[in-house]
C-alpha cells in the first residue's frame, strides 16, 4: 500500500521560504504526475504545482517564478521549494499523486498525503 507522507511546512515571515517534502512510501514503477495542492480557510483546494512523469511541470499563475517543484526519483520524493513567500500563501498544503502503478496493478484514484500547515505571517 502506498502512502505519502509530508514534512516541512511551520511559520515563516513573508518574504521567507520554505521546502516541502512528499515522500511516497511503497514500490512505485510509473505514475502520471505527483503534485502539490493547498487549501485555506473557507476556500476550494487549489493546484499550486505538479510535475509529470516525463518531467514537465506546471504552476499555478500566483506562485509561477516563486515556487519551483523537484523530483528524487530514487527516493519516490518530491519537493516544493517555495520563495519569497506571501501572507496569501498560507494554507495546508496537500500532497498528490494521480496515476500510479505498484505491485503490478494500476492506480487509477488519487491518493493524498495527509497535509501539513503552513502559515506566512505579514
Known amino acids: 500500500q502506498v502512502q505519502l507522507v509530508e514534512s516541512g511546512g511551520g511559520l515563516v515571515q513573508a518574504g521567507g521560504s520554505l521546502r516541502l517534502s512528499c515522500a511516497a512510501s511503497g514500490s512505485i514503477f510509473r505514475f502520471n504526475a505527483m503534485g502539490w495542492y493547498r487549501q485555506a480557510p473557507g476556500k476550494q483546494r487549489e493546484l499550486v504545482a505538479r510535475?509529470?512523469?516525463?518531467?514537465?511541470?506546471n504552476y499555478a499563475d500566483s506562485v509561477k517564478g516563486r515556487f519551483t517543484i523537484s523530483r528524487d526519483n530514487a527516493k519516490n520524493t518530491v519537493y516544493l521549494q517555495m520563495n519569497s513567500l506571501k501572507p496569501e500563501d498560507t494554507a495546508v498544503y496537500y500532497c498528490?499523486?494521480?496515476?500510479?502503478?505498484?505491485?503490478?496493478?494500476?492506480?487509477?484514484?488519487?491518493?493524498w498525503g495527509q497535509g501539513t500547515q503552513v502559515t506566512v505571517s505579514s
Open positions: 510535475i509529470f512523469s516525463g518531467g514537465r511541470t
Open positions: 498528490n499523486l494521480d496515476g500510479y502503478s505498484s505491485g503490478g496493478y494500476w492506480y487509477s484514484s488519487p491518493l
